[in-house]
């Protein structure tokens, strides 16, 4: 008798400690002192999360994406339980306002949004997301080891650079430059459209070595084009020092893509007040200033670009005189299945 | 059993429930489930965010069906194949050599088999690109005793992901052949040499077939990691050389595809599954030597 109660207690003990696990997990800690950020992983500095923990008390949990796919897949799985705060692309926000997927911001308890430059934070934006940092997808080459001069996107797939590009990946990246070459709207819906885009990728692709890495890749010698941020471009060049033999492409006519990456706060998320206090810091033009030191990407926040270091001001990476000429990844609604089959052919690519 | 009376029965079994009762909740909560529900998606169609719909739709399978596919398999197959035999020739030799040895230096080699696992495998994996990479050791050395004349690119094609694969998988590969092969009681060789066999003869009608399981289980350890890896190809393949692996993951990421991705993975648990029916009936599968 005596060991059967035994082992009744301890299966249930065995069960009661594994819903304890998952309790404990979720529910650890102060609830009031921490934030969970969604994120690109490398894309703010440490010092900033540090500073920003010490003058708050609030203790910062980053977890990163590796695709702006993982965080539309989280905010529209109903991130609110997990994240305070979710990094996503200007291309999304359409759909993720319409959606109901995020928290409407209160911007009195963001004063220092003011220093963001309107015309890179729409009306409707306003209300949703709070831009962090901007970058351009341009063309970048080394002077001495590319065999060609580019001046477009078609310069890309000629036979000469077999074997010499580097690229971002992505369908929304790729497929818009393809569909600029043969002279298409870069956010087309047409399923004719995407399907000649993905030709002309495939060309492309025949041409790239790898995907991804990009700044690696080039200073190391593997690729000697790459098409890229600009912020990966300042990290490439900055490493290559006084020898630096990279330039951006000097593109007469293409347009090239300005994204932006924009914090939002996904629909019923735990720590509200805490995801404000972190917006109002991080939009800080002294704070803003100091994080563009690590991560020079082209910036938003106009005041936050006036108290930054003469360096990142004068940087090569952004010495290109079509920063006007530009184009933004718009939401394609339903065409994204159109594009997602495509750019699937094109990553599978072998047997047509 | 019919005999028994129901009270004795319960006191049976209450004591195998506290034995096998977490163990068996955890499997199924953690591994049966979730194999259950993959299995499911894989038949409702995607949503326009990516995530699942619903909606009951066999369109994963039908899209599987397409040509492009059907090289992706064959060709992870290969790769996979690739891997295990290299590790097969490679790893019985090694094995063979450790089992003779002292069973002292025999724990030392196995240690040193093992200390490359003490670093993550990413660690490994951009070790091997350092190495290879354009202006890497390997590529300066070679240009400068005039081998050749430009660098070569190493790093990004189909070879550097095979050698990356035989390298992670070896070891997976050497210790069940190694607790196959000195399970082999001396005495069998020496009667092998007595009756007149030369030790190649020794080698193929005795030690080979006596050590059947473990090459199996060698098999079974390469094969179905190196089928559905893809950090491996991901990192030393630069995103370009895909196996089905890197396609499954693309699909519950970039390219948002859950249902396909899967369908794919259920593709992947048939050929495991099929393995170990193939080794169930070469031997039995509680005796796979996994050390």
């Known amino acids: ?352 | 059993m019919s005999v028994v009376t129901g009270r004795a029965k319960k006191g049976n079994r209450l004591p195998m429930l506290a034995q096998a009762g977490p163990v068996s909740l955890w499997m199924i909560v953690f591994v049966t489930l979730p194999m259950l529900f993959i299995i499911f998606i894989s038949f409702m169609s995607r949503g326009t965010f990516g995530g699942v719909e619903y909606t009951p739709s066999m369109e994963s399978y039908e899209t599987m069906m397409e040509i492009t596919y059907f090289h992706v398999i064959t060709k992870s197959i290969g790769v996979a194949a690739e891997t295990t035999i290299a590790c097969l020739l490679v790893g019985y030799p090694f094995a063979y050599y450790i089992a003779r040895k002292p069973a002292d230096v025999a724990s030392r080699l196995i240690t040193l088999l093992m200390i490359p696992f003490w670093t993550n495998s990413l660690m490994r994996l951009n070790a091997w690109m350092l190495i290879f990479q354009t202006n890497g050791p390997v590529n300066n050395f070679l240009v400068n005793v005039n081998l050749i004349e430009k660098p070569i690119t190493f790093i990004f094609t189909d070879g550097l992901v095979l050698l990356g694969l035989i390298t992670n998988y070896l070891p997976f590969a050497v210790l069940p052949m190694y607790s196959s092969i000195e399970k082999l009681e001396k005495p069998v060789l020496e009667a092998s040499a007595d009756l007149g066999a030369n030790p190649r003869q020794t080698l193929l009608k005795v030690t080979l077939p006596l050590t059947i399981p473990g090459i199996f289980s060698a098999i079974i350890l390469t094969f179905i990691p190196a089928l559905g890896t893809y950090v491996i190809t991901d990192m030393l393949g630069g995103g370009k050389v895909l196996y089905i692996g890197n396609i499954i993951k693309n699909q519950f990421g970039t390219i948002r595809n859950w249902p396909l991705g899967a369908a794919l993975s259920v593709l992947l648990l048939a050929i495991t599954a099929l393995m170990l029916f193939l080794y169930s009936r070469f031997a039995k599968v509680e005796d796979m030597e996994v050390v």
């Open chain 1, 1 to 352: 008798m005596k060991t059967k109660l035994l082992a009744v207690v301890l299966v249930l003990v065995m069960v009661f400690a594994l819903t304890a696990c998952g309790d404990s997990g979720s529910e650890s800690g102060n609830a009031g002192s921490e934030l969970n950020i969604f994120m690109w992983g490398d894309y703010i500095s440490d010092e900033t999360i540090t500073d920003f923990e010490n003058e708050t008390g609030i203790d910062v949990n980053l977890s990163y994406m590796n695709d702006n796919a993982d965080s539309v897949n989280k905010l529209t799985a109903g991130a609110g339980g997990e994240y305070d705060l979710i990094m996503t692309c200007d291309a999304y926000m359409e759909s993720l306002i319409n959606g109901g997927y995020l928290e409407e911001l209160d911007l009195s308890k963001i004063p220092n949004a003011e220093n963001i430059n309107k015309a890179y934070w729409t009306e409707q934006n306003q209300k949703y997301c709070i831009p962090y940092l901007m970058n351009y997808i341009y063309v970048v080459y080394d002077t001495e080891r590319c065999p060609i001069d580019i001046t477009c996107y078609n310069d890309l797939i000629r036979p000469e650079l077999k074997g010499q590009l580097g690229s971002i990946d992505g369908a929304r990246n790729l497929f818009p430059i393809a569909l600029i070459a043969l002279g298409y709207d870069p956010n087309s819906t047409e399923e004719s459209e995407i399907a000649e885009a993905y030709e002309w990728l495939k060309k492309y692709n025949d041409n790239v070595v790898a995907y991804g890495s990009t700044e690696t890749n080039i200073v190391n010698g593997t690729i000697s084009v790459m098409l890229t941020y600009d912020g990966n471009t300042a990290e490439a060049m900055a490493s290559m020092g006084d020898n630096n033999t990279l330039t951006v492409a000097p593109f007469t006519e293409d347009p090239v893509q300005l994204g932006f990456d924009l914090y939002v706060i996904p629909k019923g998320a735990t720590h509200m007040d805490n995801a404000y206090a972190f917006l109002n810091y991080i939009t800080d033009p002294e704070v803003m200033a100091k994080n563009l030191v690590e991560n020079p990407y082209s910036c938003p926040n106009d005041a936050a670009v006036a108290a930054a270091s003469e360096e990142y001001r004068n940087g090569p990476a952004f010495d290109f005189d079509y920063k006007e000429n530009v184009f933004f990844q718009e939401d394609v609604g339903d065409a994204i299945k159109t594009y997602d089959k495509y750019y699937q052919k094109l990553k599978v690519g072998i047997g047509e």
